[in-house]
């Protein structure tokens, strides 16, 4: 593309030029600059220049650029008191300026803060520096991320995230932003009915799901003001990024139409297949027949609407046929590709299509019907251990390496800092073999900076990046200096919750954001039960940050220390609620009403404390994210539509009790105080019932249910006000919860291993066995519960023994059950005298399957607390 674009004047539609694949993303840079003479680069200079401006408004002046297209590579070199930077093309040149601030000038810019401090003469680079080229692809987000992590924002907060994602190197945005005002234009145009086309438009929290063929207005109707400021806002964002030499990747016409269009638009010449539900509740739009013979006239409408709304054309487009279920309903997918793409093609010839793959999407038989040389495919990477290889093989069509670190934009730490920076060798050999760039495509990536300040080194380097240098950097960018308490801390993160041991869907969610029950592991449907690292570790990091603070209290002044400070204690007190949880248990289970209590106190304690203390940062609170949703409003009407969707989003998500519940969970201040605090405390209060024998278990499980489903659902519909400043001292507050559970965190501290859960599986047979002998520590009595995970076979527990080699030293003989429900599932060992000199402790559990041996679990051993 072009920074001074084509402009057609009979159409008043800016036409970018287009390419290859690959020239279309450096060319996504704006090839202008590299083939027309200086006067047409001037544009694209002054884009540059304009960035500067607004990102480091103390450089204005001092920051050059010049564009020579005969340059292989990017240079910096110094002019006294300012810099001049040198590169084939715009997008280069400002990708330059980012890799000087970042490289040369110790400045850090992350989506959690930015610390920005440049001297009035600017750090001069020791002669010329060269930067490696760039990427030929470098992609920002998928669909997702615009519903759970920008539903909201303003052109000013978009601009900034223009300017943040040009710096760091991407080339190619996912732009939906604009869609609502196309779907209407395409529909009235077929003679769909007003009405109809309103009720179709979903919530903009919800869009990424209707982009995706998943739902159809969710959270609307929205009103006809929004539907023309988000299609302003979509063209606003689509000029910048062309300005930028950037590549926006606009949604491509895969066949959708409402899910009644054809009983209420009659056409003989279309083949409409319905799509059935996803989810259980939500009715998909349908998928007109890419074969059939209306399918070309459609596409073409669908374009001209679209190109309309954007005031541009583009040479990517996106799109996917029967993402996450769907029903071909006898299409043939191979030739239906071939029609998806030729109506492409037609109506921006050169133009290329790019497909997600997830959930076995693309299918082989869709690649078959796709052009190879214009077919580009986002493979999307949840695997963040260093055993992810970069190499894809999806029939020769090129690919993207993706990063999937984040699901619904939940709240925790997690990352994969050893995979990205070992990956080099893998990222060059799949260079080899298709591979032609990298993406981000977290659905939330305002989360995590350390992860993906490691993923933008990795996207700026072609080797390998030694982990101990690259924390010594970061601290010192992010933070101003990099004292060794700090550095301490950083390198166990490293070592540990940003070294996931197994591959998951994003972080491991804490239990205090998930619906309770006893047996809780993990707060969402689909996300990994426990954890995939050693909890002790980011415990003694927190205790590392806080000795830094106390020695070095300057940190607190920095913004972007602030929040990496409460973004760690947070960690710590959400996760170790789960500990918590087993001594309220274990109470329960013996009965002990005064134990009961005062440990169900200390666990809301643990919430108190975290909403206090993420009070005081403002992208961890819930009234941050209620005034942006309320900002996209203007009439009254639409402000309380539009903050109902973000409660909603982050509560139920689908407005019913089912399997979407808690999906986006967020550990933000104010949504723990009012949604998830009060979950729990229904909880404890009615198993409190049970234990006073003022109700049967049935009984008061039912009660609590029902209770809980009214507070759920009553959630997004409560009107208060949320404080959107923060209050109070992140420091003190950290201390006075870490005197609150000194006990507790001793506790973690001082265990032998992890208490974590052991994973049995009944098609071994029975006996399950299981090596406790790290868990072993000292004569007493101690506890094993047995909890299902999945499967079609509840476990049925016969008894629990424990051996000190061969010899059976304790045994705990009763009927027990693991299910949906559990009944005596806990096992009590007492271990009347412990022996040093043995080679194992083992535990022996006879079970049988309640209908086969379909059946998945864990087994948590421990010491039973005093």
Not at 646 to 656: F, P, Q, Y
Not at 693 to 716: C, P, Q, S
Request: positive net charge; aromatic residues 10%.
């Amino acid at each position: 593309m072009k920074s001074a674009f084509l402009y057609s004047l009979a159409t008043g539609i800016a036409v970018l030029p287009l390419g290859s694949l690959v020239a279309s993303c450096h060319d996504s840079s704006h090839s202008a600059a590299q083939k027309t003479k200086q006067a047409l680069s001037d544009p694209a200079v002054k884009s540059a220049e304009d960035l500067v401006a607004r990102v480091t408004p103390s450089a204005k002046g001092l920051v050059r650029f010049k564009i020579n297209a005969e340059q292989k590579d990017t240079t910096v070199a110094g002019t006294g008191k300012g810099i001049l930077i040198t590169a084939p093309t715009v997008r280069e040149c400002i990708r330059g300026y980012g890799r000087y601030l970042r490289d040369i000038a110790g400045v850090h810019l992350s989506w959690n803060g930015n610390r920005i401090k440049l001297p009035k003469t600017l750090p001069q680079p020791k002669g010329t520096v060269h930067f490696d080229k760039e990427w030929p692809i470098c992609h920002a987000y998928n669909y997702c991320t615009l519903s759970y992590t920008y539903p909201f924002q303003s052109w000013k907060q978009w601009e900034r995230e223009l300017d943040f994602l040009a710096l760091n190197g991407f080339n190619q945005v996912l732009v939906t932003a604009g869609l609502e005002k196309t779907w209407q234009k395409f529909l009235t145009n077929l003679g769909y009915p007003a009405a109809k086309v309103k009720a179709f438009i979903p919530n903009p929290a919800f869009a990424a799901w209707w982009h995706m063929g998943n739902l159809e207005g969710h959270g609307g109707p929205v009103s006809q003001g929004i539907i023309d400021r988000e299609a302003e806002l979509g063209r606003h964002i689509v000029t910048r990024l062309n300005e930028l030499g950037m590549t926006p990747l606009l949604q491509g016409y895969v066949g959708f139409l409402p899910h009644d269009f054809g009983s209420a638009v009659p056409d003989k010449d279309m083949k409409i297949v319905p799509q059935g539900n996803w989810c259980g509740g939500f009715v998909r739009p349908a998928v007109l027949d890419p074969t059939c013979t209306a399918f070309p006239r459609v596409a073409e409408a669908w374009y001209k609407a679209l190109h309309d709304t954007y005031g541009s054309t583009s040479s990517m487009y996106g799109g996917d046929l029967f993402h996450e279920g769907g029903n071909s309903g006898g299409i043939n997918v191979t030739k239906a590709a071939k029609c998806v793409q030729d109506a492409m093609k037609k109506s921006s010839p050169g133009s290329s299509w790019v497909l997600q793959a997830w959930g076995g999407n693309p299918t082989g038989a869709l690649l078959d019907g796709t052009d190879p040389e214009k077919t580009l495919v986002l493979a999307l990477t949840k695997n963040m251990t260093p055993s992810d290889k970069a190499t894809r093989n999806f029939k020769g069509r090129p690919y993207v390496w993706c990063e999937l670190a984040n699901f619904g934009g939940n709240t925790g730490l997690y990352g994969g800092l050893p995979l990205l920076a070992g990956m080099d060798k893998s990222l060059n050999e799949a260079e080899t073999k298709g591979l032609k760039g990298m993406g981000i495509l977290s659905e939330g990536v305002a989360t995590n900076p350390l992860h993906y300040d490691m993923f933008f080194e990795r996207i700026g380097s072609k080797g390998p990046i030694d982990i101990p240098t690259f924390l010594q950097g970061y601290a010192e960018r992010r933070y101003g200096s990099a004292p060794k308490d700090v550095i301490d801390g950083l390198s166990l993160l490293a070592e540990s919750i940003y070294a996931p041991n197994r591959a998951q869907e994003g972080c491991s969610e804490s239990i205090v954001c998930g619906r309770p029950f006893w047996e809780i592991r993990k707060a969402s449907t689909w996300s990994s039960a426990g954890r995939s690292y050693d909890f002790r570790k980011v415990l003694a990091a927190a205790q590392c940050y806080m000795s830094a603070v106390k020695k070095h209290p300057e940190l607190m002044q920095e913004a972007t220390f602030r929040y990496d400070f409460v973004d760690l204690m947070r960690q710590i007190l959400t996760d170790s609620a789960y500990e918590q949880l087993q001594i309220v248990r274990e109470a329960f289970d013996t009965k002990d009403e005064a134990a009961y209590k005062k440990a169900a106190a200390r666990f809301m304690q643990l919430l108190t404390d975290a909403d206090s203390l993420l009070a005081t940062e403002p992208q961890f609170m819930l009234g941050t994210w209620i005034q942006d949703a309320r900002n996209k409003g203007v009439t009254p009407e639409e402000k309380n539509n539009m903050e109902k969707a973000a409660k909603m989003l982050v509560s139920t998500w689908s407005g019913r009790i089912d399997g979407l519940n808690d999906y986006s969970n967020r550990q933000w201040s104010g949504l723990i105080r009012d949604y998830y605090l009060p979950r729990w405390k229904l909880f404890f209060d009615h198993q409190l019932r049970i234990l006073q024998g003022k109700a049967d278990a049935a009984t008061a499980n039912k009660a609590y249910n029902d209770a809980v489903r009214k507070h759920e659902l009553g959630f997004a519909e409560q009107k208060k006000t949320y404080p959107v400043s923060p209050a109070g001292n992140a420091a003190i507050l950290a201390e006075k919860a870490f005197t609150h559970h000194a006990d507790l965190f001793k506790s973690i501290t001082s265990a032998p291993a992890e208490t974590e859960a052991l994973p049995w599986n009944l098609t071994s047979g029975s006996p399950l066995t299981f090596n406790v002998t790290e868990y072993v520590t000292k004569e007493g009595s101690y506890t094993a519960r047995f909890t299902w995970n999945k499967g079609q076979s509840a476990l049925k527990i016969h008894s629990v023994a424990l051996y000190e080699g061969d010899k059976l030293v304790a045994e705990d003989r009763h009927e027990g059950w693991a299910g949906m429900d559990n009944k005596d599932n806990t096992y009590v060992l007492q271990l009347p005298k412990y022996r040093t000199n043995l080679d194992m402790y083992t535990l022996k559990a006879e079970v049988s399957g309640a209908s086969g041996n379909n059946s998945q679990g864990t087994m948590l051993f421990k010491m039973k607390a005093r």
